[in-house]
């Protein structure tokens, strides 16, 4: 790990820091207050998590526990690899545990979209998805982002039946994040099949947040675009 961490830092950009403490509203009252950025684009995050696929769930948690977002990120991609090279189901669960019981630890937006339907949504094809409801109904921001997000692997199947439940949870949740979260996978399902989508739509566009909104229609004409937006 210690290796891992020299690896990190050697490829450190204050200046490119600077701009990501911004842009993921790291200041105070803001939702990333607190976050530390190093300032590594992702693929240099990717290839660092590559040569060193192997760390325990110890050492990941340590990363994890970290205030530096580049090595809570890091942290995420090994897990997400160790989840897709095991065949074992038992290693499986204990990854998506371990992954459940940081939920505090994964706290940026980024962290979760990268991560979350990878792990849970995953595992949770074949399997009963209460977690995700209990998520939804959380008081914690990330855990309702976790929760949506994880139904982009679900949609990507053709399952849209939990991605609106949960989106139904979660119409009047008041934070930005969840609204984006929300309208994203709503386009997501409209890729899959339209009528699906408009058929939720129509049921809430009038009194659904304008930015969740906005997400799930970006993709339509003009025409539908302003007939959705109309109130």
């Given at each position: 790990m210690k290796?891992?961490?020299k690896d990190?830092?050697k490829?450190?950009?204050?200046?490119?820091?600077?701009?990501?403490?911004?842009?993921?509203?790291?200041?105070?009252?803001d939702?990333?207050?607190?976050?530390?950025?190093l300032?590594?684009v992702?693929p240099?995050?990717?290839?660092?998590?590559?040569?060193?696929n192997d760390?325990?769930l110890?050492?990941?948690?340590?990363?994890?526990?970290?205030?530096i977002h580049?090595?809570r990120?890091?942290?995420?991609f090994?897990?997400?690899?160790?989840?897709?090279?095991?065949?074992?189901?038992k290693?499986?669960?204990?990854?998506?545990?371990?992954?459940?019981?940081?939920?505090?630890?994964?706290?940026?937006?980024?962290l979760?979209?990268?991560?979350?339907?990878?792990?849970?949504g995953d595992?949770?094809?074949?399997?009963?998805?209460?977690?995700?409801y209990?998520?939804?109904?959380?008081?914690?921001?990330?855990?309702?982002?976790?929760?949506v997000?994880s139904?982009?692997?679900?949609?990507?199947?053709?399952?849209?039946?939990?991605?609106?439940?949960?989106?139904?949870v979660?119409i009047?949740?008041?934070?930005?994040l969840?609204?984006?979260?929300?309208?994203?996978?709503?386009?997501?399902?409209?890729?899959k099949?339209?009528?699906?989508?408009?058929?939720?739509?129509?049921?809430?566009?009038?009194?659904?947040?304008?930015?969740?909104?906005r997400?799930?229609?970006?993709?339509f004409?003009d025409?539908?675009?302003?007939?959705?937006?109309?109130k």
């Amino acid at each position: 790990m210690k290796n891992l961490i020299k690896d990190l830092k050697k490829l450190a950009n204050p200046e490119k820091a600077k701009l990501l403490q911004g842009f993921f509203k790291t200041g105070k009252g803001d939702y990333g207050e607190g976050d530390i950025f190093l300032g590594i684009v992702v693929p240099e995050q990717r290839k660092v998590a590559k040569r060193y696929n192997d760390l325990s769930l110890k050492e990941i948690q340590k990363l994890l526990n970290s205030k530096i977002h580049e090595y809570r990120l890091t942290s995420l991609f090994i897990l997400i690899d160790q989840y897709q090279r095991t065949e074992n189901k038992k290693l499986k669960k204990q990854i998506v545990n371990f992954y459940l019981k940081n939920t505090q630890n994964i706290n940026n937006w980024d962290l979760i979209d990268l991560s979350a339907p990878k792990i849970m949504g995953d595992y949770l094809l074949e399997k009963d998805r209460k977690v995700l409801y209990k998520l939804a109904k959380s008081k914690s921001l990330w855990e309702k982002r976790i929760a949506v997000l994880s139904t982009f692997m679900f949609i990507k199947h053709n399952q849209f039946d939990d991605a609106l439940k949960i989106s139904e949870v979660l119409i009047n949740d008041k934070h930005d994040l969840i609204h984006k979260a929300v309208g994203w996978m709503l386009r997501e399902i409209g890729k899959k099949n339209q009528a699906v989508e408009e058929k939720f739509l129509k049921k809430y566009y009038k009194t659904m947040p304008r930015t969740m909104l906005r997400y799930a229609i970006e993709r339509f004409d003009d025409k539908k675009r302003k007939f959705y937006m109309k109130k």
